[in-house]
């Protein structure tokens, strides 16, 4: 089983300044992550966590002005990325064959690809969220995915950043349900990283972590302060 992995995300926030919070978060006993802005890899890769982007191309090069491929994260320090995340999703109209095509390119690269899944409030609402999570599942992996290079993350679209999490039943039966569907995929699928993601608080982390299957977090907002941050990390570890 992949060690647990305590994961931040930035998002469009941070500069150089902001990098001394993760000076004091590497912790012995589980994996810290932090996916940046790309203007803040390079010059994060020496501190004591490891390194994320937080998109890629699926090309390798070419005309795609703003864009960053994941040989070029890789060459910046970048170890994992994200890939699917639903403001991705949501903002840029990414689809999961868009999202496959990038784990691949991140496999390819040699990054560990964290790919995000989830539903929002109406999918909830209408009871089909097991069936979304079956065709994002099986479409936005590619058959390149292993244990190694590959970490899921669940995120239910309307608990990003709303302060409302689901119940810790909610969470069990998907996180079950997506463990079951990688074992019949793959043969290393008893070993992939499920990771929760969803207004991840101190004050929750411990009852979120003790869900069965649950083997880290994807923490937003939570992420750049090492005040908040730290305490979900120690959680984990403690898990």
């Known amino acids: 089983m992949r060690r647990k992995l305590a994961a931040g995300n930035w998002k469009m926030h941070g500069l150089r300044a902001d990098l001394a919070e993760l000076a004091t978060l590497d912790n012995a006993d589980v994996d ?24 890629c191309h699926s090309a390798t090069h070419g005309a ?3 864009d ?5 994260l890789a060459d910046a320090g970048a170890t994992y990325v994200l890939t699917g995340h639903s403001e991705r999703r949501s903002d840029h ?25 989830g539903e929002t ?33 669940y995120e239910p679209v309307w608990a990003i950043g709303t302060g ?3 119940s810790t039943d909610q969470i ?26 969803g207004s991840v608080k101190a004050g929750n982390a411990a009852e979120i972590f003790a869900v069965p299957h649950v ?11 090492a005040a908040d941050f730290g305490p979900i990390v120690a959680a984990l570890a403690a898990s």
């Open 32 to 55: 810290v992550l932090v996916c940046l802005p790309a203007t803040l890899i390079a010059a994060a890769r020496d501190l004591p966590v490891s390194i994320g982007g937080q998109d």
């Open 64 to 66: 795609h002005t703003g």
């Open 68 to 72: 960053i491929s994941a040989p070029m």
């Open 93 to 117: 109209g990414e689809t999961d064959a868009d999202v496959a095509a990038k784990t691949q390119a991140a496999h390819a690269a040699g990054l560990t690809a964290i790919i995000c899944i």
């Open 121 to 153: 409030l109406a999918i909830r609402a209408a009871g089909t969220t097991l069936d979304i999570i079956d065709g994002q599942l099986a479409a936005s992996i590619p058959d390149s995915a292993t244990a190694d290079n590959t970490i899921i993350a």
């Open 164 to 166: 409302k999490v689901p």
């Open 172 to 197: 069990a039966e998907v996180h079950a349900h997506i463990r079951a569907r990688l074992a019949e995929r793959f043969a290393d699928g008893a070993d992939f990283g499920i990771l929760y993601g």
């Open 215 to 225: 083997t880290g977090a994807l923490v937003g907002g939570a992420s750049l302060k």
